[in-house]
Each structure stands twice: as structure tokens, then as C-alpha cells.
């Protein structure tokens, strides 16, 4: 690889699995310090760990719930004092629940809003103290192509990746004149635990709607966040760039 992250300290939530994964271990790749976090499934963060580790690189699993005030703090509290600043935050970690809205519960409701929207509330909050301190950093929230342009089924899960991109669009106004840039990426259909559970032939469907014929990779993901975390997206602020082998044109 070639070092376009040499000692930069990068935060992913989630990096434990899917798309997270892949941008944990490229950005490791890339000669960063890499800080994942994980909720459910400690063993998939030991493993991305291990194997960051056996490709000579450093890393980090912290356990932390997105929705929990207490441990963001506990986590941006740690990299600020293992790493002393923290350079890049990939806001990554999310969930997902498909229902047709007379279908859709509250609770259905309060913990997608929950997990996609106060979680990267509260790690761009955290993280921009720290940022600002350094007069730099990067911000990449994931959102969807269905945040873009919505989606039947998925009311509340669109609107929740709607919310990233008015955060995005804010955030990048508020502390790109800080030396801080924010910008989000929209996926498509990419092939993660998230979307096991559609039906073959909506997948199907949803595959022949793709200009390039194909699903797309957790790393189709992660090539476009290295080039937004490093010098190669500089100049880059406030931007929704889809990644979604043209799914939607
Ligand atoms: P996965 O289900 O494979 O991974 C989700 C990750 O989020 C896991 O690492 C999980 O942690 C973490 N996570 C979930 N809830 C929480 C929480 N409360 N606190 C901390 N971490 C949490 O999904 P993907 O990799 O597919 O999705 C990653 C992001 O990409 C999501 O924001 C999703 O909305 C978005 N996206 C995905 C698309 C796709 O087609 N796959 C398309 C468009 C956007 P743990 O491993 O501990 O469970």
C-alpha cells in the first residue's frame, strides 16, 4: 500500500463486520492507527484486530453502544489518551429494519433514530472537540443511496440516512472553516450481514436495476473513505458521494 494514512488515528464504529471491516483494515493498511468499536460481536472486532496486527499494522477494539452517551465518551476519553488525537472518524456502525409504515412499531422507530442518527450525533460531537483543538480532521458518515432518493418499505431507515446527509451538509458549513472536513458516502447494495435476510428474488431485482450487473463490496466502500480521509479528498467538503455501481444515475 502506500501510506496515504501513515500515522493518522482513524475511529470506525462498527468496524468489527461489513462495510466497517473493510475500511478498518484498508486504513490500516494505509499506515493508520486504527481505533474499531463493536457492540454485539466482540469476536468479529478481535479478529479485524488480529489480523491488522498480523499485517504488521496497530489497532484497537473498544466496546461501545453508539446510543450511550457514557461510552463515546469513554472511547474519544481513550484514543485522546492512548493516541493523544484522533484525525479521522468514520461514523459507520448502523442497523437496519424494512417495514411498510402502518407496519412500522414506535419502538422499531426509536431505536433506528437511536443507532443512526444520535450515534453519529454524538461521535462528531465528541470527536470535533478534539478536532478543533487540532485544527484538523475528517469527518465520513455512512448514509444510503435510499437516504438520497427513499425508499418503499424503508420510511424510517431512509430517513434516518437522510438525517446523515443534513448533518453532513451542516457540519461541513460549521467546521470547514475550522480545518475540519465532513462529507458522507452513500452506498447501494453491498454485501453485508445487513442485507442476508432479503429475499433472493428481491436481490435479484435489485441487482438488475445496477448499471455495472453487479453487488457491490464492503472494499467498493472503503477505497472511496480512504480517499476521503486522506490528502487525495482534501479539498472535498459537504459532499454525498454515491457508491452504488450505478444503481441510481
Ligand atoms: P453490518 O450489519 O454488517 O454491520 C453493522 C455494524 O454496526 C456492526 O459492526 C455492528 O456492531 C455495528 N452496530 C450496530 N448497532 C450498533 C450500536 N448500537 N452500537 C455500536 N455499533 C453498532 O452492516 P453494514 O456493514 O452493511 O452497514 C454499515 C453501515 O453501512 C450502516 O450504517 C448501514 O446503514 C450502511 N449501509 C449499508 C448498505 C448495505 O447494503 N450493506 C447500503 C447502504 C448503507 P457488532 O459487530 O458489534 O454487532
Same mark, same amino acid.
Given at each position: ?30 499506515? @493508520? %492507527?486504527? *481505533?474499531?468499536?463493536? $457492540?454485539?460481536? =466482540?469476536?468479529?472486532?478481535?479478529? #479485524?484486530?488480529?489480523? +491488522? ?5 496497530? @489497532? %484497537?477494539? *473498544?466496546?461501545?453502544? $453508539?446510543?450511550? =452517551?457514557?461510552?463515546?465518551?469513554? #472511547?474519544?476519553?481513550? +484514543? ?170
Amino acid at each position: 500500500m502506500t501510506g496515504l494514512l501513515k500515522d493518522k488515528v482513524v475511529l470506525v464504529t462498527g468496524g468489527g463486520r461489513g462495510i466497517g471491516k473493510a475500511i478498518a483494515l484498508r486504513c490500516a493498511d494505509e499506515g @493508520a %492507527i486504527v *481505533v474499531i468499536t463493536w $457492540v454485539s460481536h =466482540e469476536n468479529s472486532a478481535t479478529e #479485524v484486530v488480529n489480523e +491488522i496486527v498480523k499485517r504488521n499494522g496497530q @489497532a %484497537i477494539a *473498544v466496546r461501545a453502544d $453508539v446510543k450511550d =452517551e457514557e461510552d463515546v465518551k469513554s #472511547v474519544i476519553g481513550k +484514543i485522546k489518551s492512548d493516541c493523544g488525537k484522533l484525525d479521522v472518524l468514520v461514523n459507520n456502525a448502523g442497523i437496519m429494519r424494512n417495514n411498510l409504515l402502518l407496519m412500522t412499531k414506535t419502538d422499531e422507530f426509536d431505536s433506528l433514530v437511536a443507532t443512526n442518527c444520535k450515534g453519529p450525533f454524538l461521535f462528531s460531537r465528541a470527536a470535533a472537540k478534539i478536532m478543533l483543538k487540532q485544527k484538523s480532521g475528517r469527518i465520513i458518515n455512512i448514509s444510503s443511496v435510499v437516504g438520497v432518493y427513499g425508499s418503499k418499505g424503508q420510511s424510517v431507515y431512509s430517513a434516518t440516512k437522510s438525517f446523515l446527509i443534513g448533518f453532513t451538509k451542516s457540519l461541513a458549513k460549521e467546521l470547514g472553516p475550522l480545518g475540519i472536513t465532513v462529507n458522507a458516502i452513500a452506498p447501494g447494495f453491498i454485501d453485508t450481514d445487513l442485507i442476508q435476510d432479503i429475499r433472493q428474488e428481491v436481490r435479484e431485482d435489485l441487482i438488475s436495476h445496477i448499471a455495472l450487473g453487479r453487488i457491490g463490496t464492503p472494499d467498493d466502500i472503503a477505497k472511496t473513505a480512504i480517499f476521503l480521509a486522506s490528502d487525495l479528498g482534501s479539498y472535498v467538503n459537504g459532499q454525498v458521494i454515491g457508491v452504488d455501481g450505478g444503481q441510481v444515475i
